[in-house]
């Protein structure tokens, strides 16, 4: 079954420090990748989608991704954090045919000011 | 334009009572779907509608039931709750399922607590 890994539960940094937050999937085919963020107490909304093309994806707020594909990988980075990106960030897998969306299981992003 | 709406924010239940989460959406658009949230879990999809009048399974369907009422409403049932079902649950929308646009839209969750 397809599976979405995303490796680190709790990551604390803090202010200006670089984010990289790792997600790893299993389906072998054409795949869309996705990472959403959860604010405290919001709901998810979309930070970042790649579909095709440039394997690096920006999105908002700063974040980018970068799929590479021989290693089955979306990670999630930013060069400079804020306290404001508390928050918690799941990554998520499609089939490029079909198919729901598959979540990870989350990382929780702590940054102290 | 609220975008998805969930109602309740919070509920609790009784083991073997039943409720219904209610959930709408004004954004025309065409699939919908039901997930669970559990720490350390991430999002589980129990339900989906892809269209109006069709309703298919998820990961984690059992114990739960649903109904697309029509193009705007997706409810989900639970006939007799069981603790393990306390959880937050999200109703989502998409224009045409995931593989398309793959954005979905979701509403503010449901907090709902079995004792």
């Known amino acids: 079954a397809q599976s979405v890994s995303q490796h680190n539960h709790h990551v604390i940094l803090s202010e200006a420090a670089s984010l990289e937050l790792g997600c790893n999937y299993s389906?072998?085919?054409?795949?869309?990748l996705f990472w959403y963020v959860q604010y405290p107490g919001q709901h998810l909304q979309l930070l970042l989608k790649?579909?095709?093309?440039?394997?690096l994806v920006k999105g908002i707020k700063g974040f980018e991704a970068e799929f590479i594909k021989s290693k089955f990988s979306f990670n999630l980075r930013k060069p400079s954090v804020q306290w404001s990106d508390t928050a918690e960030y799941f990554c998520a897998v499609t089939r490029g045919s079909q198919g729901n969306l598959i979540f990870g299981k989350g990382t929780k992003l702590s940054v102290k000011p | 334009n609220a975008g998805v709406t969930q109602t309740p924010k919070f509920q609790v239940l009784k083991t073997g009572q039943s409720m219904t989460l209610q959930c709408a959406q004004d954004m025309n658009h065409n699939s919908m779907y039901w997930y669970r949230q559990d720490p350390g879990m991430g999002l589980r999809l129990i339900y989906y509608?892809?269209?109006?009048?069709?309703?298919d399974k998820g990961e984690v369907p059992n114990g739960y039931n649903v109904s697309r009422l029509n193009k705007r409403e997706f409810s989900l049932r639970l006939e007799s709750a069981a603790p393990s079902q306390t959880s937050v649950y999200f109703c989502?929308?998409?224009?045409?399922?995931?593989?398309?646009?793959?954005?979905?839209?979701f509403g503010e969750g449901s907090r709902l607590t079995v004792l």
């Open positions: 389906y072998g085919g054409t795949v869309n």
């Open positions: 989502a929308s998409s224009i045409e399922g995931t593989r398309d646009t793959g954005e979905l839209f």
């Open positions: 790649y579909f095709s093309g440039d394997p």
């Open positions: 509608s892809a269209s109006e009048g069709t309703t």
